[in-house]
């Protein structure tokens, strides 16, 4: 099919560069999606007929690296932007491709392939659109792709309770996107869901970590972790968030994350993956420190002691970056010392470097618990006085 999406010009650039040299090559994946959902797309993924070490003759190798071991693809870079070029791959043969003991799981998934069997090996019919951008062309080589995107329908390539069992983590991939637009399971891809549900426990926790900080960038997180709960996958995926799904705890961390991820699109804050960390874990502290909704803990009697064991243990069984983790915890810490407006306490909040994240949350709080914002604006200004006289002196030492 024919048509113009908005590809930036240094995507094109890079597509059109391998086409001259002689390599099909096409924008694949969440971005074209996204781009036919009328969305802004964080970023272009490509997906070339040329090898790794063909990228990298293509654009030199100042610009190409050969990056990862088992699944190797290109990074290359092109006008400032970094972009994915990855090597047309196929489903790998019955044989070489399982693990024996788990049945059909997929162990290596890195023989090269056709843009066909790239399309084909893909794992929901929304996800396997190719573009095309100087031809201005969509490629829907499963044939159902543009369809399901238009009826809103996730729907597995081939036969869903096999797809699921190859990759357990496509259940949570299939309600990622149930959340995110708001698309309905196809029936069979539901069914199948349902009853392979239990194989997410043998997805890699590496993945399941990366997932989760996806989800939690997304902008869509609150929507994809309530189709999560509606399945039944949350249970499996963040236990302790579904323990306390149905109480105020849970009602309070979605409301929470809601708002971060309204402002967010608001433009008010940049997307912080250790502010979504603090936003969810915040009415986790509040229940556990003792106090009411709406009244901060006071700083000490070991609650940051506390901060620390619910932010390290809220998200596991998978394990969130020890530096996000280090993040959170400051930014929580500094919330209730921000509250008791003592101004004795104020160096030590303008001068942490997570004080643009704890103020926000301040506002993320106050717009949930609906109270004025106009004391924060003042007590609270966006560039911190004090750092910004510090800037100036360490700028001046610099440059002596
Ligand atoms: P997002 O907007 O979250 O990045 P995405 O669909 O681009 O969504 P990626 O994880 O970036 O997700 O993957 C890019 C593409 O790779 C997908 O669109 C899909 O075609 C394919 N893909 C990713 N994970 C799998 C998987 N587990 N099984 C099969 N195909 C996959
Ligand atoms: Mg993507």
Not at 126 to 133: H, M, Q, T
Not at 269 to 282: D, E, G, H, K, T
């Amino acid at each position: 099919m024919k048509k113009e999406l908005p590809v930036s010009a240094n995507a094109k650039n890079v597509v059109s560069r391998l086409q001259e040299a002689g390599y099909e090559t096409y924008i694949v994946g969440g971005a074209i999606r996204d781009m036919l959902m009328g969305r802004t797309p964080k970023d272009f993924d490509i997906s070339t007929a040329a090898t790794p070490e063909e990228i990298r003759q293509v654009f030199g190798r100042r610009s190409a690296r050969i990056i990862g071991k088992r699944f190797r693809l290109a990074h290359v870079y092109c006008g400032g932007e970094l972009f994915e070029v990855a090597t047309f791959r196929r489903a790998p043969g019955k044989n070489d491709q399982t693990s024996g003991e788990e049945g059909n799981l997929i162990v290596s998934d890195n023989v090269f392939g056709t843009s066909f069997e790239d399309a084909a090996r893909r794992d929901f019919t929304v996800n396997a659109l190719f573009y095309d951008p100087g031809k201005r062309e969509i490629k829907d080589f499963t044939g159902q792709g543009l369809g399901d995107i238009e009826r809103g329908i996730v729907r597995a390539i081939g036969d869903p309770g096999l797809r699921f069992e190859e990759d357990p983590v496509r259940l949570l991939r299939a309600l990622k996107l149930v959340g995110q637009y708001d698309f309905s399971l196809d029936s069979a891809t539901e069914n199948a869901l349902f009853s392979k549900l239990p194989l997410f426990e043998l997805a890699s926790p590496s993945r399941r970590a990366l997932e989760l900080e996806k989800i939690l960038q997304s902008g869509y997180g609150d929507r994809q972790l309530e189709a999560f709960h509606d399945y039944g996958l949350l249970s499996l995926f963040l236990p302790r968030l579904d323990q306390v799904w149905e109480k105020e705890t849970g009602r309070r961390a979605m409301s929470l994350l809601f708002e971060r991820n309204c402002r967010m699109e608001e433009g008010f804050f940049r997307n912080s993956l250790s502010l979504a960390v603090a936003v969810i874990a915040l009415p986790f502290v509040e229940a556990a420190l003792g106090r009411a909704a709406g009244t901060l803990w006071s700083p000490g009697d070991g609650a940051d002691e506390t901060v620390e064991q619910i932010v390290g243990t809220l998200f596991q069984p998978q394990n969130l970056m020890v530096r996000v983790r280090e993040a959170a915890c400051r930014i929580l810490a500094l919330l209730p010392l921000m509250e008791m407006r003592d101004s004795r306490m104020e160096r030590r909040i303008f001068s942490s470097r997570s004080y643009g994240h704890a103020r926000e949350l301040a506002f993320i709080l106050a717009a949930v618990d609906k109270k004025d914002p106009g004391e924060l604006e003042r007590l609270w200004p966006e560039i911190p006085p004090e750092r910004g006289s510090r800037n100036r002196r360490s700028r001046g030492r610099r440059s002596r």
